[in-house]
């Protein structure tokens, strides 16, 4: 049973930073893909950064101050949040692609507020 554990989130000023981690385990099959998302009350959950292969991709809203990465233990992903804004608030989920399967964690709140 692979589980998908987020840790990380907290609370910060404007300008402030977070790093966030993910840990798939549960499988001996490395993850191809690894995504964050976050998700905010009554709006759809929206993809933030991904790696996969030696690519990254972000969206535009958190591109130069968001960094994701790939740590070196097996389906180990990060996000580092630098310059955070009050509208980077939200439930940031993690997810994992591994052998063609998705897999979400619970998600970590994050919150930006003077």
């Known amino acids: 049973q692979v589980q998908v554990v987020e840790s990380g989130g907290g609370s910060v000023q404007p300008g402030g930073s977070l790093r966030l981690s993910c840990v798939a385990s549960?499988?001996?099959?490395?993850?191809?893909?690894m995504a964050w998302y976050r998700q905010t009350p009554g709006k759809e959950r929206e993809l933030v950064a991904r790696v996969w292969g030696g690519a990254t991709d972000y969206a535009d809203s958190v591109r130069g101050r968001f960094t994701i990465s790939r740590a070196n233990a097996k389906n180990t992903v990060g996000l580092q949040m630098n310059s955070l804004k009050p509208e980077d608030t939200a439930v940031y989920f993690c997810?994992?692609?591994?052998?063609?399967?998705?897999?979400w964690g619970q998600g970590t709140q994050v919150t930006v507020s003077s």
């Open positions: 997810s994992q692609i591994i052998r063609g399967h998705t897999y």
């Open positions: 549960g499988t001996v099959f490395s993850a191809n893909h």
